[in-house]
């Protein structure tokens, strides 16, 4: 992951991109992290980007994994008999 304070970041953001490799680029204000330049691949969409930082989908997520932790899950073999899957 590569490192640049805001106050050093003189290159276009084009060049940024482009230099930029497969790993992101974290650019700082006063050594605090203030945005990320996140390469993306062919198999991740627009549509998970943004759910990975939607703040309601994600507390779905939390709650759903502390109530499968709390209450246990249901076992394939249920969800395959239920689903006609048997």
Request: net charge negative; proline share 5%; charged share 30%.
């Given at each position: 992951m590569?490192?640049?304070d805001i106050n050093?970041a003189?290159?276009?953001?084009s060049e940024?991109a482009r230099?930029?490799g497969?790993?992101?680029l974290?650019?700082?204000?006063?050594?605090r992290?203030v945005?990320a330049?996140?390469?993306?691949?062919e198999?991740m969409?627009?549509?998970?980007?943004?759910?990975?930082f939607n703040?309601?989908?994600?507390?779905?997520?939390?709650?759903s994994?502390?109530?499968?932790?709390?209450e246990?899950?249901?076992?394939i073999e249920?969800?395959?008999?239920q689903l006609g899957?048997?």
């Amino acid at each position: 992951m590569k490192v640049i304070d805001i106050n050093g970041a003189t290159a276009s953001l084009s060049e940024y991109a482009r230099n930029s490799g497969r790993e992101p680029l974290v650019v700082t204000d006063g050594g605090r992290p203030v945005l990320a330049l996140v390469p993306l691949d062919e198999n991740m969409d627009l549509e998970t980007l943004s759910l990975s930082f939607n703040e309601e989908f994600i507390g779905i997520i939390e709650r759903s994994r502390a109530r499968q932790e709390a209450e246990g899950g249901i076992p394939i073999e249920e969800v395959r008999r239920q689903l006609g899957l048997d």
